[in-house]
């Protein structure tokens, strides 16, 4: 059974940093790539960054380069996401999920298989 649980959501304001975790089980965090996304109140699900199998290439969408960091331990099995210079836009239920497509590392919600339940940020101006 697989199951991805986040940790390290709270509040910071504007400028301040957070670093997101994500522990999994059931799978293991290399061999499948990985992604965060997050969600805001009325809006759709969005990719965030993601971090492909073996090597780790990493991607990130527009407003997360320069700020964010995608990461993952692989004798932890953790994933994580270090988010510095936080704007108020970056408010949001954070998820990260694992995409068993080999391929290529999508950045498309729909092609991700496993999802953990989320952790809240929150960010003050």
């Known amino acids: 059974q697989v199951h991805l649980a986040e940790s390290g959501g709270g509040s910071v304001q504007a400028g301040g940093s957070l670093r997101l975790s994500c522990a999994a089980s059931g799978i293991t965090v290399s061999r499948y790539c990985m992604g965060w996304f997050r969600e805001a109140p009325g809006k759709e699900r969005e990719w965030v960054a993601r971090?492909?199998?073996?090597?780790?290439?990493?991607y990130y969408t527009d407003s997360a380069k320069d700020r964010f960091t995608i990461s993952r331990d692989d004798a932890k099995n953790t994933l994580y996401l270090q988010m510095n210079n936080m704007k108020p836009e970056d408010t949001a239920r954070y998820y990260c999920?694992?995409?068993?497509?080999?391929?290529?590392?999508?950045?498309?919600?729909?092609?991700?298989?496993?999802w953990g339940q989320g952790t809240q940020v929150a960010v003050s101006s």
């Open positions: 971090i492909g199998i073996g090597g780790g290439a990493t």
């Open positions: 999920a694992a995409s068993a497509q080999t391929s290529y590392c999508s950045r498309s919600p729909n092609d991700y298989n496993y």
